[in-house]
């Protein structure tokens, strides 16, 4: 048996697709992995160019998803890749390559020199993804599927990850946090969110840029979701005046095109940030359960970056401040002094 009997079911479905694409099949080779079981493959075309393919194995991934998002976003006006081939049944798309240099490598090789037009057009693109939302396109983020992302805290990063074990007072004070994040997000606008729009999904191209990827698990959700993904990203932070102001620039830029953002910066803000502090429990789960139960250990490394965000923004709050409390004891640190609100 092939060690990779799915990339010899892949290869078999491209050399079906015959001459209409004029692939190189012997020229196929990792592309990029993500952190669910779907693959990338890069393929060079027999003239010039090169395709991508996206290996999703049923039942563990659904393509068709990813097959409607590209569909809306594309009609937004923003760049995602053509889907030049499709078969849903087995898991297989062809699509249009953006190349190899996400934002992540472009802002590490340059030092960041470019950041400040970067991050204009991604904030732009996000504004017409959003100014184009309409209702019914995407599931909910509803109250459930916020409280199933929190979850993942105490059990990845809390239990499995720190190996603490909650009082039942500390698991009372946790609840308590979650609800009041919950029931602040659920009051925010619901617009489109694509839900991992940062610097890893984010690719640079030479006109008409981002190209915009890993689009599939897109929801309706609230309007301040995608701008913290964006602007406290898990990959690459940034001086917090920095963030401020192209946290400002979005907020006059989604105003201008009559986005439900919040009419005073500082409500935005708080909003803002208060999705952050969901987003950052979340994501310190997942990069724990990526470790512990799937050996993809080099999400570690960027656990110091997210929970550094976490702990800044829950000491701001008062109204956070006994989640604030609890960081502070599964971290075994002293309480950090800082600006509060």
Known sequence: MSPDAR???LCTWLARLGNDHRLRIDSIRP?????????????????????????????AEDCRPFIRAAEIFGSAGVRVPRILAADPGHGFLLLEDFGATTYLERLATDGGRDADRLYRDASAALVRIQAAGRPGSFPPYDRALLERELALFPEWYVARHRGIALDDQEQRRLHEGFERLVDAILGQPVVHVHRDYHSRNLMVLEQDGPGIL???????GPITYDAVS???????????????????????????????????????????EWMGVQRQLKVLGIFARLSHRDGKHRYLDDMPRVLGYLRRTVARYGALAGLARLIDRIEADEPRVGYTF
């Open 7 to 9: 990339l010899d079911e």
């Open 31 to 59: 592309a990029s992995n993500d952190a669910s079981f779907r693959r990338y493959f890069r393929i060079d075309r027999e003239r010039e160019g090169s395709v991508v393919a996206m290996d999703a194995p049923p039942p």
């Open 214 to 220: 890993d689009f599939q698990d897109a929801v309706e």
């Open 230 to 272: 964006l602007f406290r990203d898990a990959y690459v932070d940034w001086p917090e005046d920095r963030e401020i102001d192209w946290v400002v620039r979005y907020w006059e830029a989604a105003r201008a095109a009559g986005l439900p953002v919040a009419p005073d910066f500082g409500d935005f803000y708080r909003d803002y």
